[in-house]
């Protein structure tokens, strides 16, 4: 039976780190998303020659590969989904802006 205890509460202790480090992962792709909408926004003010695509690809896949994780609590989940959809938004403006340049994807 104290085994078993013991068991449990090195489960729960790894759960929790885990559910730490998944909210730092969160916070980095929270502050990444931050810094590409600056990244294009010095790019259409003309003070860049290329857009910054890579980091934007870069920013895509680690936005997948977090949303594949099955351990992500409800409230991960909906901030996961809080950030996905406001890249999203910024991804569509973007798009709309490199259109306009006549630099379509």
């Given at each position: 039976?104290?085994?078993?205890?013991?068991?449990y509460s090195r489960n729960e202790a790894q759960r929790l780190e885990d559910s730490a480090d998944i909210d730092q992962e969160l916070a980095r792709l929270e502050e990444d998303i931050?810094?590409?909408?600056?990244?294009?926004?010095?790019?259409?003010?003309?003070?860049?020659?290329?857009?910054?695509?890579?980091?934007?690809?870069?920013?895509?896949?680690?936005?997948?590969?977090?949303?594949?994780?099955?351990?992500?609590?409800?409230?991960?989940?909906?901030?996961?989904?809080?950030?996905?959809?406001?890249?999203?938004?910024?991804?569509?403006?973007?798009?709309?802006?490199?259109?306009?340049?006549?630099?379509?994807?």
């Amino acid at each position: 039976m104290i085994g078993s205890s013991n068991r449990y509460s090195r489960n729960e202790a790894q759960r929790l780190e885990d559910s730490a480090d998944i909210d730092q992962e969160l916070a980095r792709l929270e502050e990444d998303i931050r810094r590409l909408k600056i990244d294009f926004d010095i790019y259409f003010n003309g003070a860049t020659k290329r857009p910054p695509l890579e980091t934007r690809a870069r920013l895509e896949s680690k936005m997948k590969r977090i949303a594949d994780n099955r351990g992500l609590t409800f409230a991960q989940r909906y901030f996961l989904n809080t950030l996905t959809s406001r890249f999203t938004s910024y991804r569509e403006l973007w798009r709309r802006n490199l259109k306009a340049k006549g630099e379509e994807l």
